[in-house]
């Protein structure tokens, strides 16, 4: 089901970085992530409501201009 909230979210395991793409087209790069999160995301039926459960406010963050 394609969430209303994010749009894209992609994770490099190496730099433990996870970049989430939102529908405004806003991106951010959230670091050291872990796998489990990520993976859990990837499985979740609502990308939105995990992002919020386990991402938002729990990893430090920075907007990506690219």
């Known amino acids: 089901m394609p969430s209303t909230v994010i749009r894209f979210?992609?994770?490099d395991a190496a730099k433990q970085e996870l970049l989430v793409v939102f529908q405004s087209g806003r991106?951010?790069?959230y670091r050291?992530?872990?796998?489990?999160i990520h993976d859990g995301m990837k499985a979740s039926f609502s990308k939105g409501e995990y992002f919020n459960a386990?991402?938002?406010?729990?990893?430090?963050y920075e907007r990506d201009a690219e």
Not at 32 to 36: A, C, F, I, K, S
């Open 9 to 11: 979210f992609r994770y």
């Open 54 to 60: 386990h991402v938002r406010d729990r990893f430090a």
């Open 27 to 29: 991106r951010y790069v």
């Open 32 to 36: 050291d992530v872990p796998e489990e």
